[in-house]
């Protein structure tokens, strides 16, 4: 019957219209995902809860401080929402984009499988391998793209991250 995945940039940055969207998609019968940071006000998640079937949940770095440094936000409210989520009962997706020399460490993928043992609801967890691909969108509006140089993973590379958070879950782990 078919369904809507609400992307962005990030739905929680227009919360209400995010909200509207999806409450519609419902009461049409329409099947609905949301993937987010989770970087909000915990009311506005919680706003959605009774629309979304499925909450894809960004966690791109386990570390605050090296969430900060990457991101320019600390990871705390993003941990604190998953876990509030988790506990109204929402099922999720962890989605985990890995950067080759920035955030893939034994210590992330370890935190990632310790993270999603720690949540009842989590579906699955899929490994989002680093892409190129934003480059020639960064040069094409004259901006210095920070992550020059970087090629794709290699296939057997992303194979050894996914087992090393498979390590410490019981929770599939999935190449995004």
Not at 14 to 22: E, G, I, M
Request: hydrophobic share 40%.
């Amino acid at each position: 019957r078919g369904g809507m995945t609400v992307s962005g940039g990030d739905p929680m940055c227009s919360p209400n219209f995010t909200l509207a969207l999806v409450k519609c998609a419902k009461e049409n019968g329409l099947h609905t995902c949301i993937e987010t940071s989770g970087f909000a006000r915990w009311e506005k998640i919680e706003a959605l809860i009774p629309y979304v079937d499925l909450f894809l949940w960004d966690v791109k770095e386990t570390d605050s401080a090296r969430h900060e440094e990457y991101t320019g936000v600390p990871n705390e409210l993003i941990l604190e929402n998953l876990h509030k989520l988790d506990a109204a009962g929402a099922k999720t997706i962890l989605r985990c984009p890995i950067i080759p020399g920035h955030n893939d460490r034994a210590e992330h993928f370890a935190a990632i499988a310790a993270l999603a043992e720690s949540l009842k609801n989590v579906q699955e967890i899929n490994i989002e391998p680093y892409h190129p691909l934003g480059q020639s969108k960064s040069e094409a509006i004259g901006e210095e793209y920070a992550l020059a140089g970087l090629t794709f993973p290699k296939e057997e590379v992303v194979k050894e991250w996914m087992a090393e958070v498979q390590k410490g879950t019981k929770i599939e782990v999935k190449k995004a």
